[in-house]
């Protein structure tokens, strides 16, 4: 079973920045896709953004140009660095992932099914 664990959130007013960490506490595969989605109160979760490990990215139109998702491959880490915050940033950020025997992930990792997800995190963006 592998876990997910989301760290640094917090409160910072508009323009301000914060960077996100999910750290997988294993990885027996050969590939993977992760994710961070988000979720305000009274509104669906979206995507955010998503890395894979070919290094292929993806943002949310919402985020481009303002939000990084980086990776350690090495540590099993995903960041997630966030400028220009806005409030309507304000939400619990989820990290999320899935894993494959492959030594490539083999699905189009914006468009995955995530079968892992973590606790989350709480942003609060202030204007």
């Known amino acids: 079973q592998v876990q997910l664990v989301e760290s640094g959130g917090g409160s910072v007013q508009a323009g301000g920045s914060l960077r996100l960490s999910c750290a997988a506490s294993?990885?027996?595969?050969?590939?993977?896709?992760m994710g961070w989605f988000r979720q305000a109160p009274g509104k669906e979760r979206e995507g955010v953004a998503t890395?894979?490990?070919?290094?292929?990215?993806s943002y949310a139109n919402s985020v481009k140009g303002r939000f990084t998702i980086s990776q350690d491959i090495d540590k099993n880490i995903v960041y997630l660095q966030m400028e220009s915050l806005k409030p309507e940033d304000t939400a619990m950020y989820y990290c999320?992932?899935?894993?494959?025997?492959?030594?490539?992930?083999?699905?189009?990792?914006?468009?995955?099914?995530?079968?892992?997800w973590g606790q989350g995190t709480q942003v609060t963006v202030s204007s």
């Open positions: 999320a992932a899935d894993f494959s025997t492959a030594d490539f992930y083999p699905y189009p990792c914006h468009q995955t099914d995530f079968h892992y």
């Open positions: 294993r990885n027996i595969f050969k590939s993977y896709c």
């Open positions: 890395i894979d490990t070919e290094y292929t990215k």
